[in-house]
């Protein structure tokens, strides 16, 4: 597709975001996929609220309960106009039974991304949007007793934005899409994908009824570009599935708040059948962007790449075909974006890696530019550090791929 249209396809906001971010003008073409910005967002950058972690294992070091609220990382990334974004951390602490105290928000922030012609590298957090639920749109029983919504309610992993503000979120435990405004309101009971159950969903007829294994979900939801169709991604396999390669793809109609009849299959790389969806972004009408990943961080990374998939083609076996963006473990940094190097880290200068578990954020930027963020999983993850024993921070990393024609 020419880059003309392409760009034309993007938002404003897309174009100025960009702008914001003071990454170096570059040409229209390359070769290799490098590395032209970086922005970190410390690991103990807490935010206000209630003392959280309480139901945590001490690790790399981070002493608990926790003081308020940590940002354990960005499961969902989208671009906000003006240099600005949304985040969204997921659940908290990764599982049902230990996040029951931490909050589920989405946090606007503003990168200073480093490129070859400066920037800080930092990350401002501005304000957040707390989840709730005054109204007792959801059925089932919360943790709080004032309807805030916790890390023991929802596993949120992916996030969508409308034009009037609403948001829509991809959940776990359901899985489940839950929609709120842009206060973060729950506005109708969260919606359940048709004979898909997770053995954390609250509808479980029985311990053995599940059919998609625990955080398995929607990690990755995309929003059409016409605002019309959410497509909501299933990270692993279904149980009963004879491929274990094979991930679902569903369409969801916004305006009849329904699932339609359209599916499509989508098999990881042979080398790892236990690969799951990191994050699933449109680029145009047609054509998609994902994140497929392994869960080994630092030096046992193997799987962290992107793939373009186009929703119009099919493999012979009636999977679609994908073809490969970046490989996130290799990415040309000439300029040293990433450099100078903090004491004990890896995977820094020329090539450049981005070796941590939970990589579960993508955005477009524009033609030529891809936005990824991590999932630190804290104080769990620690795959930057040689010596693997303080936490990962939550990056934010700027690739210019070849154009994604």
């Given at each position: 597709?020419?880059?003309?249209?392409?760009?034309?396809?993007?938002?404003?906001?897309?174009?100025?975001?960009?702008t914001?971010?003071?990454?170096?003008?570059?040409?229209?073409?390359?070769?290799?996929?490098?590395?032209?910005?970086?922005?970190?967002?410390?690991a103990?950058?807490?935010?206000?609220?209630?003392?959280?972690?309480?139901?945590?294992t001490?690790?790399?070091?981070?002493?608990?309960?926790?003081?308020?609220?940590?940002?354990?990382?960005?499961s969902a990334?989208?671009?906000?106009?003006?240099?600005?974004?949304?985040?969204?951390?997921?659940?908290?602490?990764?599982?049902k039974?230990?996040?029951?105290?931490?909050?589920?928000?989405?946090?606007?922030?503003?990168p200073?991304?480093?490129?070859?012609?400066?920037?800080?590298?930092?990350?401002a957090?501005?304000?957040?949007?707390?989840?709730?639920?005054?109204?007792?749109?959801?059925?089932?029983?919360?943790?709080?007793?004032?309807?805030?919504?916790?890390?023991?309610?929802?596993?949120?992993?992916?996030?969508?934005?409308?034009?009037?503000?609403?948001?829509?979120?991809?959940?776990?435990?359901?899985?489940?899409?839950?929609?709120?405004d842009?206060?973060g309101?729950?506005?109708?009971?969260?919606?359940?994908?048709?004979?898909?159950?997770?053995?954390?969903?609250?509808?479980?007829?029985?311990?053995?009824?599940?059919?998609?294994?625990?955080?398995?979900?929607?990690?990755?939801?995309?929003?059409?570009?016409d605002?019309?169709?959410?497509?909501?991604?299933?990270?692993?396999?279904?149980?009963?599935?004879?491929?274990?390669?094979?991930?679902?793809?569903?369409?969801?109609d916004?305006?009849a708040?329904s699932?339609t009849?359209?599916?499509?299959?989508?098999?990881?790389?042979?080398e790892?059948?236990?690969?799951?969806?990191?994050?699933?972004?449109?680029?145009?009408d047609?054509?998609?962007?994902?994140?497929?990943?392994?869960?080994?961080?630092?030096?046992?990374?193997?799987?962290?790449?992107?793939?373009?998939?186009?929703?119009?083609?099919?493999?012979?076996?009636?999977f679609?075909?994908?073809?490969?963006?970046?490989?996130?473990?290799?990415?040309?940094?000439?300029?040293g974006?990433?450099?100078?190097?903090?004491?004990?880290?890896f995977?820094?200068?020329?090539?450049?890696?981005f070796?941590?578990?939970?990589?579960?954020?993508?955005?477009?930027?524009?033609?030529?530019?891809?936005l990824?963020?991590?999932?630190?999983?804290?104080?769990?993850?620690?795959g930057?550090?040689?010596?693997?024993?303080?936490?990962?921070?939550?990056?934010?990393?700027?690739?210019?791929?070849?154009?994604?024609?």
């Open positions: 597709m020419p880059i003309e249209r392409l760009l034309r396809s993007l938002t404003l906001s897309s174009v100025a975001a960009l914001a971010c003071s990454s170096p003008q570059q040409p229209k073409a390359a070769s290799e996929p490098t590395l032209v910005g970086r922005a970190i967002l410390p103990d950058a807490y935010q206000p609220g209630p003392p959280s972690g309480a139901f945590l001490a690790d790399n070091g981070v002493t608990l309960p926790l003081p308020s609220q940590p940002i354990p990382g960005f990334i989208l671009d906000a106009g003006g240099g600005e974004f949304w985040a969204m951390p997921d659940n908290g602490f990764g599982t039974t230990n996040s029951s105290d931490f909050l589920l928000r989405i946090y606007r922030i503003r200073d991304f480093r490129t070859a012609k400066g920037g800080s590298g930092t990350v957090v501005l304000r957040f949007v707390q989840l709730s639920d005054p109204d007792g749109k959801v059925p089932f029983a919360l943790t709080r007793s004032d309807r805030v919504l916790t890390g023991a309610d929802f596993d949120i992993e992916s996030v969508r934005r409308l034009e009037n503000g609403d948001f829509w979120f991809g959940d776990e435990f359901g899985p489940f899409l839950l929609h709120t842009a206060e309101k729950v506005l109708e009971a969260p919606i359940s994908l048709p004979n898909v159950q997770s053995p954390q969903n609250p509808y479980l007829s029985g311990p053995e009824a599940w059919t998609l294994g625990q955080s398995r979900g929607f990690e990755g939801t995309a929003l059409s570009r605002g019309k169709w959410l497509y909501p991604f299933i990270e692993g396999a279904l149980r009963t599935d004879s491929d274990p390669r094979r991930r679902i793809l569903n369409q969801f916004l305006a708040r699932y009849d359209k599916k499509w299959s989508y098999r990881v790389d042979a790892f059948p236990n690969a799951v969806i990191g994050d699933f972004t449109a680029l145009d047609e054509r998609f962007v994902l994140i497929e990943r392994d869960d080994g961080q630092g030096e046992q990374a193997r799987l962290k790449k992107v793939y373009l998939v186009d929703l119009r083609h099919v493999d012979a076996e009636g679609l075909e994908k073809q490969l963006v970046v490989d996130l473990l290799r990415i040309r940094d000439p300029d974006v990433s450099l100078p190097a903090r004491p004990g880290e995977g820094v200068g020329d090539p450049f890696s070796p941590l578990q939970s990589v579960e954020s993508l955005e477009v930027l524009d033609g030529e530019r891809l990824v963020a991590s999932d630190n999983n804290f104080p769990g993850n620690d930057r550090w040689i010596a693997r024993d303080r936490p990962d921070d939550t990056e934010l990393i700027i690739i210019r791929v070849p154009p994604l024609r």
